[in-house]
């Protein structure tokens, strides 16, 4: 089948790649423009586009696909059946989706209903759900509210980050891809149940900024989930500070003859520092990244730092 595959971050690829193994034609490759990457801010392609061109693929990059006249006659000439979605990061305009013969395909990460929009594994994680899954929608022009050809459960894993959830959902939702276009012409359609659907919005980079006036808790779940990306982060002496790692603790609150507050240090040791959150629980940090400097555990940042019990992080 002639397929035109808009996607761009990694967890686009064992899409593209499950298309090209089952032996369909990826006629042309969308994706979003290069962007600054790394500490010299230089110009990198998305990981589709990386991919594409390494396989002869041929790529555009509209950076505004809806008023973009020339990307859309670049798809019209490639021909396609269908068009597949994945993770593609702009919305399509009708007179994209709607040509080919059977339309195009959407793989999203999560069960819809839920958690329509950008960043459903990230929910998933800050919510603490116990079960995720894919979904296969036919596009049509409102966010993620097509169709339903197919979905897949699985159950989050104790402790699973929104990295690793995201990575496991690629793969499964490559797989149902692929089992879908091979009945694409006798597929049922199953309208969505709007009065069930909550929505996944994007994350923004000060939606990582802890408070520690919450629970130990949900300091974790705001760790597992936006440690990776856009980063969870505290400050101490006026500088940022990224948690990468850590867990509730079972320790108990303060230790005698310290008031403690939310942010407070109780404990700096080998295990790492333990921070006083919410309803006297406690939030050990395990690894952490300073502004400026790499991945360090956090009882090497204490050593270097001389951050001691009764410091506070803010």
Not at 49 to 65: M, Q, S, T
Not at 81 to 86: D, F, K, T
Not at 283 to 298: C, D, R, T
Request: with cysteine; proline share 8%.
């Amino acid at each position: 089948m002639r397929i035109v595959f808009f996607g761009s971050p990694a967890a686009a690829l064992p899409s593209l790649e499950s298309l090209l193994g089952a032996g369909h034609s990826v006629e042309l490759v969308v994706t979003q423009p290069d962007k600054p990457a790394g500490r010299g801010r230089k110009l990198a392609p998305s990981a589709v586009k990386a991919f594409a061109l390494a396989h002869g693929i041929p790529v555009i990059e509209p950076a505004r696909i809806r008023t973009d006249e020339t990307a859309l006659e670049r798809i019209r000439a490639a021909g396609p059946e269908v068009s597949v979605v994945v993770a593609y990061g702009q919305i399509i305009p009708h007179a994209v989706h709607v040509f080919p013969p059977h339309h195009s395909l959407n793989v999203h990460f999560s069960l819809l209903p839920k958690y329509r929009g950008a960043a459903p594994v990230q929910w998933t994680i800050l919510n603490g759900d116990t079960e995720s899954g894919v979904t296969i929608i036919e596009l049509d022009d409102r966010m993620d509210e097509g169709d339903i050809l197919a979905r897949e459960r699985v159950a989050v894993a104790p402790r699973e980050t929104a990295s690793a959830l995201e990575a496991r959902l690629a793969v499964l939702g490559a797989g149902l891809l692929v089992s879908t276009l091979a009945r694409i012409d006798r597929v049922p359609h199953h309208p969505q149940d709007d009065g069930a659907a909550t929505l996944a919005p994007k994350i923004r980079k000060e939606d990582g900024r802890l408070s520690w006036a919450e629970t130990a808790g949900a300091i974790d779940r705001k760790v597992l989930a936006l440690a990776d990306r856009p980063g969870a982060f505290t400050h101490f002496g006026g500088k940022r500070v990224n948690i990468m790692r850590g867990r509730p603790a079972d320790s108990p609150g303060a230790p005698s003859g310290l008031a403690s507050g939310p942010g407070m240090i109780l404990r700096a040791g080998k295990p790492g520092l333990e921070v006083a959150c919410a309803a006297d629980t406690v939030y050990l940090i395990q690894e952490l990244q300073p502004e400026g400097k790499g991945v360090m555990s956090a009882y090497a940042f204490s050593l270097g730092t001389k951050i001691a019990p009764g410091d506070s992080l803010v």
